[in-house]
């Protein structure tokens, strides 16, 4: 499986951006897809997770009510909504898609990953 995101970007404190993570190749084995981040200096953290069939979600409580993740399988596309951004949100944020059963925040048992896009939140 290949994933590549967008939507990446520079926003003020307050403001929203649109990640999408468009994935190719054997998409037929991802039962779930997630979005992680990494900041500077700091371990990669789980932000949001959604099973390809079907409609469970998982967001980390830092994101919960702000960030929504969502799917459109017709088009191989997993999105990440992010509105009220602060600048703690500014980090890397990466594209994940699992074999794995079920919506997980551990990021071992994602197999897949995209290059990322980079999200900067100024104050």
């Known amino acids: 499986v290949e994933l590549v995101e967008s939507g990446g970007g520079s926003v003020q404190s307050g403001g929203s951006l649109r990640l999408s993570c468009v994935a190719s190749?054997?998409?037929?084995?991802?039962?779930?897809m997630g979005w992680f981040r990494q900041a500077p200096g700091k371990d990669r953290e789980f932000v949001a997770a959604?099973?390809?069939?079907?409609?469970?979600?998982k967001h980390a409580d830092s994101v919960k009510g702000r960030f929504t993740i969502s799917r459109d399988n017709a088009k191989n596309t997993l999105y990440l909504q992010m509105d009220s951004l602060k600048v703690d949100d500014t980090a890397v944020y990466y594209c994940?898609?699992?074999?794995?059963?079920?919506?997980?925040?551990?990021?071992?048992?994602?197999?897949?990953w995209g290059q990322g896009t980079q999200v900067t939140v100024s104050s």
């Open positions: 190749g054997r998409t037929f084995s991802i039962y779930s």
């Open positions: 959604i099973t390809w069939i079907g409609r469970s979600t």
């Open positions: 994940a898609a699992s074999q794995t059963l079920g919506v997980s925040g551990d990021r071992e048992l994602y197999d897949a």
